[in-house]
Every structure is written in C-alpha cells, then in structure tokens.
C-alpha cells in the first residue's frame, strides 16, 4: 500500500501530520505539536481551566517541573481526531487515556493507531520526540 501523507505540523489538532499504514490502512501515525502558548491559553479559556502549572512556567518550576505541561485535553482530542481519521463513520462509545508521564507543552507527539479488522478498537501508543512511550489510550467503536 502506498502511505497516504497530509504534510503539515502544527499544535491545531486540524493540521496534524497523518500517515495511513498497514495493507488496508488499518494503522496510523500523526505527528503533532509542539503547542503554543497562545493555543495553550486559549484551551485553558476554552475549558475554564486555568492550572498555572500547564500556563506559567515559574509555577511549574517552583512545583518540581521543569516547564509548562500539556492539557490533557489536547491529547485527548488528538486521540479523538486519529480514531476519526482511521475510521471515519464510527461512534466512540468508551475511550480510555492513561498517561505515563507529563508531557511538556513544548514537546511533538507520534501518536500510533491500530484498529481490529473490524474496526471495534483502536489501541494508540503517544510517544514523545525521542520515542518515550508518555500516554496510551484505547478507543471502542460502533456504528461503522
């Protein structure tokens, strides 16, 4: 199978990088990131949170971090778009996020998708740029 490319990097979940993989396109790979600190402001008023930690750096660094940290929510909706992206006309019914470690804001993301055959689950590894594993997830599907 030829791998279909979408080339553009951006912290908007709608330019992502996505590249289909496997013989019938049942994997894939979107690079994402790094995130802004306009993006980030915007998500914290979007979501009315406004955790000084994700946001200023001075707080996270007197709270033992090294810098701000992504909103979980970025990468849910990242995990949300790869499903879409993978199996286009499905309902997400459950979907599970564990993440492994904080992840920097400044940091670009690999997100892995696989789906069963039938498209049922979607299992996503989230690495960071040196290819530590930082979240996965897993996805139920219906409907398609």
């Known amino acids: 199978m030829t791998d279909i490319i979408i080339e ?23 690079v994402f990131g790094p995130v802004s600190k306009t993006d980030a402001l915007a998500l914290a008023a979007l979501s009315k949170d406004y955790n000084p930690v994700l946001l200023v750096p001075d707080v996270a660094l007197a709270k033992g971090r090294p ?16 499903v879409r992206k993978l199996i286009p006309n499905s309902a997400i019914v459950e979907l599970t996020l564990s993440f492994l470690s904080m992840i920097p804001r400044e940091e670009t993301l690999c997100f892995e ?5 039938d498209g049922s ?20 599907c219906s409907g398609f």
């Open 8 to 30: 553009v990097r951006s912290s908007n979940v709608n330019e992502a990088k996505f590249r289909f993989l496997g013989e019938h396109g049942m994997g894939l790979e979107c």
């Open 113 to 117: 998708a696989q789906t069963t055959k």
């Open 67 to 82: 810098g701000t940290h992504l909103h979980p929510l970025w990468v849910s909706g990242m995990v949300e778009r790869c």
């Open 121 to 140: 689950l979607v299992t996503i590894a989230i690495f960071n740029s040196r290819g530590e594993k930082m979240a996965e997830a897993q996805a139920k």
